[in-house]
């Protein structure tokens, strides 16, 4: 299985609805708190190589965007796959 990582914040309904295709899968995932002026936004901004917004979600370190990439992924089939899934 996937290692799951993603940056949210209070309040974002970009991150509740990714948290939501997550656990609709059934994915163990690690969700970090990171409001803006946070040392985890900062730390999400860095690995992303820049997205500024939230969610960012990681799979196997690999920085996937956010919410809508996470939609396209999963359109395409392509998100299974790169869970494990599959």
């Given amino acids: 299985m996937a290692r799951v990582e993603i940056y949210t914040q209070p309040g974002c309904p ?3 609805h990714a948290v ?9 995932f690690t969700e970090i708190n990171a409001p803006r002026g ?4 900062d730390d999400a901004i860095r690995r992303s190589g820049g997205g500024t917004t939230v969610p960012q ?4 370190e690999k920085a996937i965007g956010g919410c809508t990439d996470l939609m396209a992924l999963d359109r395409s089939g392509l998100l299974n796959e790169m869970l ?3």
């Fill in 14 to 16: 970009y991150c509740v």
């Fill in 84 to 86: 494990g899934i599959a």
């Fill in 57 to 60: 979600i990681f799979i196997d």
């Fill in 38 to 41: 946070t040392h985890e936004r």
């Fill in 20 to 28: 939501d295709i997550l656990r609709d899968k059934n994915v163990a």
